[in-house]
């Protein structure tokens, strides 16, 4: 895929109202949606790997089969449901793609808002490699997260606070070139004294995606089982495959939100939009 952006910065340099960002979010979206759509399709790949290998397309064959069988007596005979039995070395082997693939889907979509918003090219290859390149600073990241949020699993109210304290941590590690630690402490920095305004614009975004994500996916089934003449399994991943191609399309909005936020939230504490018209005038290099 062709590079895209290059020349003009996509980010509004001001701060930004709640409309605004919505308005920021989806005119960037539309604008590079082959980009972002083909990015986050290529990060969905491990999951559905993972479900083929676990047998969920036989789960999924096995409900769209039945649907097909209560919908009328033109069913074929004998197209009886079947679940895969998951194949254990198999799933071990996916459980491992995924796990090494989460730095990417941590931060490639990011990579992207990243470059977009300060107008460097960028096409699927470049945000890879841009996101290799923080490899390890995102799994670290990752890990770190991680570690935390077990012990707060039955503490749900201090897991959400702590997670929009934490929210532009991604996109301050990828942008400002900082390991995982200095990522969480810029963005408990940034997010100081915003946390109501980050979360409601974090929880808005999240509801609009799932809204979008919900009726995208509600055509699904029925293609699935308006299909005749196939096993559970093969249905079932026909079903996944097209869930996974949805979730592609929507995926990107809640990480052009946070990348948005990020450089929002640096505009109104740290004059960020000040730099950069000074970079622009001048001639230098965006900072990485």
């Given at each position: 895929?062709?590079?895209?952006?290059?020349?003009?910065?996509?980010?509004?340099?001001?701060?930004?109202?709640?409309?605004?960002?919505?308005?920021?979010?989806?005119?960037?979206?539309?604008?590079?949606?082959?980009?972002?759509?083909?990015?986050?399709?290529?990060?969905?790949?491990?999951?559905?790997?993972?479900?083929?290998?676990?047998?969920?397309?036989?789960?999924?064959?096995?409900?769209?089969?039945?649907?097909?069988i209560m919908?009328?007596?033109?069913?074929?005979?004998?197209?009886?449901?079947?679940?895969?039995?998951?194949?254990?070395?198999?799933?071990?082997?996916?459980?491992?793609?995924?796990?090494?693939?989460?730095?990417?889907?941590?931060?490639?979509?990011?990579?992207?808002?990243?470059?977009?918003?300060?107008?460097?090219?960028?096409?699927?290859?470049?945000?890879?490699?841009?996101?290799?390149?923080?490899?390890?600073?995102?799994?670290?990241?990752?890990?770190l997260?991680?570690?935390?949020?077990?012990?707060?699993?039955?503490?749900?109210?201090?897991?959400?606070?702590?997670?929009?304290?934490?929210?532009?941590?991604?996109?301050?590690l990828?942008?400002?070139?900082?390991?995982?630690?200095?990522?969480?402490?810029?963005?408990?920095?940034?997010?100081?004294?915003?946390?109501?305004?980050?979360?409601?614009?974090?929880?808005?975004?999240?509801?609009?995606?799932?809204?979008?994500?919900?009726?995208?996916?509600?055509?699904?089934?029925?293609i699935?089982?308006?299909?005749?003449?196939?096993?559970?399994?093969?249905?079932g991943?026909?079903?996944?495959?097209?869930?996974?191609?949805?979730?592609?399309?929507?995926?990107?909005?809640?990480?052009?939100?946070?990348?948005?936020?990020?450089?929002?939230?640096?505009?109104?504490?740290?004059?960020?939009?000040?730099?950069?018209m000074?970079?622009?005038?001048?001639?230098?290099p965006?900072?990485?």
């Amino acid at each position: 895929m062709s590079a895209a952006g290059g020349t003009e910065p996509l980010l509004r340099l001001r701060p930004l109202g709640l409309g605004e960002i919505l308005d920021e979010i989806f005119r960037v979206y539309r604008r590079h949606f082959g980009l972002l759509w083909a990015v986050a399709l290529v990060l969905s790949v491990p999951g559905f790997l993972l479900q083929v290998a676990s047998g969920s397309t036989g789960a999924f064959g096995s409900l769209s089969a039945a649907a097909r069988i209560m919908a009328g007596p033109a069913a074929p005979a004998g197209q009886a449901p079947l679940v895969a039995t998951p194949n254990l070395g198999l799933l071990a082997l996916a459980y491992l793609v995924v796990l090494a693939a989460l730095p990417f889907t941590t931060g490639a979509i990011c990579r992207v808002g990243i470059d977009l918003a300060l107008g460097r090219p960028v096409s699927v290859g470049s945000a890879l490699a841009g996101t290799a390149q923080r490899y390890w600073a995102l799994l670290g990241l990752v890990l770190l997260l991680g570690v935390v949020a077990v012990p707060l699993v039955f503490c749900f109210p201090v897991a959400i606070w702590l997670f929009v304290r934490w929210a532009v941590a991604v996109p301050a590690l990828l942008a400002e070139g900082v390991g995982p630690l200095r990522a969480l402490g810029r963005s408990w920095t940034l997010t100081s004294g915003s946390w109501w305004r980050a979360f409601g614009i974090l929880l808005l975004v999240s509801l609009l995606q799932f809204a979008i994500s919900l009726a995208l996916s509600l055509f699904t089934l029925p293609i699935g089982v308006a299909i005749p003449f196939l096993s559970s399994v093969l249905r079932g991943a026909i079903l996944v495959g097209l869930s996974t191609a949805v979730s592609a399309v929507v995926a990107p909005v809640v990480y052009l939100c946070v990348v948005l936020l990020y450089f929002d939230l640096r505009i109104r504490r740290e004059s960020f939009d000040l730099d950069q018209m000074a970079r622009q005038t001048t001639g230098w290099p965006p900072p990485t």
